[in-house]
T-cell receptor, first 118, second 116 residues
Framework: DTEVTQTPKHLVMGMTNKKSLKCEQHMGHRAMYWYKQKAKKPPELMFVYSYEKLSINESVPSRFSPECPNSSLLNLHLHALQPEDSALYLC?????????????????FGEGSWLTVV | AQSVTQLGSHVSVSEGALVLLRCNYSSSVPPYLFWYVQYPNQGLQLLLKYTSAATLVKGINGFEAEFKKSETSFHLTKPSAHMSDAAEYFCAVSGSSRIDRRALTFGSGTRLQVQP
């Protein structure tokens, strides 16, 4: 079962709202990711968690706050967003073979959460 | 840093015709290369990946890609296009360092249209 589940599928929020996007995987993966995808553009990396620790933050504004409560869950907390933050937010996961020879980790993506900021 | 360039933002083929989507990589070390497909309003699905085990990689849905080091290319092909192949295709590369290898850098994407 290679499934990454994201909720909600669609979210509309005002610029003063606080909301969260949620992601779950049960593949035993220890690396989890958030990507942002604008219309007609490729996904752009936002955050990487490895073994529940934040290992990469691609200079993302602080109005986006990631959280990894355990190895299966990844959240993205949203606060004071701007209309230009409207996009498809993709969660992904992969095995993280630290210390082992890299063999081309496959990154599995969820269906995404469509965010509209009004 | 590793990067990929996809030549052609739009490709249109007739049903039954050969599909060729181009991807060139830039890397100072042997890269790990991937092709993903994104159907409208959906997430990304892995088609195939190159991890140096074999230069010709077969993927799902009849797609394959050949790694050519001399040309720094990893083009995606399918002998006969189906209407269901219409989608956005992304070439991607992951790094070789312990940090970089966990993340993907995507090309700009190629939209494939299949005409009846």
């Amino acid at each position: 079962d290679t499934e990454v589940t994201q909720t909600p599928k669609h979210l509309v929020m005002g610029m003063t709202n606080k909301k969260s996007l949620k992601c779950e995987q049960h593949m035993g993966h220890r690396a989890m990711y958030w990507y942002k995808q604008k219309a007609k553009k490729p996904p752009e990396l936002m955050f990487v968690y490895s073994y529940e620790k934040l290992s990469i933050n691609e200079s993302v504004p602080s109005r986006f706050s990631p959280e990894c409560p355990n190895s299966s869950l990844l959240n993205l907390h949203l606060h004071a967003l701007q209309p230009e933050d409207s996009a498809l937010y993709l969660c992904a996961s992969s095995q993280d073979l630290m210390g082992a020879q890299f063999s081309g980790n496959t990154i599995y993506f969820g269906e995404g959460s469509w965010l509209t900021v009004v | 840093a590793q990067s990929v360039t996809q030549l052609g933002s739009h490709v249109s083929v007739s049903e039954g015709a050969l599909v060729l989507l181009r991807c060139n990589y830039s890397s100072s070390v042997p890269p790990y290369l991937f092709w993903y497909v994104q159907y409208p309003n959906q997430g990304l699905q892995l088609l195939l990946k190159y991890t140096s085990a074999a230069t010709l990689v077969k993927g799902i849905n009849g797609f394959e890609a050949e790694f050519k080091k001399s040309e720094t290319s990893f083009h995606l092909t399918k002998p006969s296009a189906h209407m269901s192949d219409a989608a956005e295709y992304f070439c991607a590369v992951s790094g070789s360092s312990r940090i970089d290898r966990r993340a993907l850098t995507f090309g700009s994407g190629t939209r494939l249209q299949v005409q009846p």
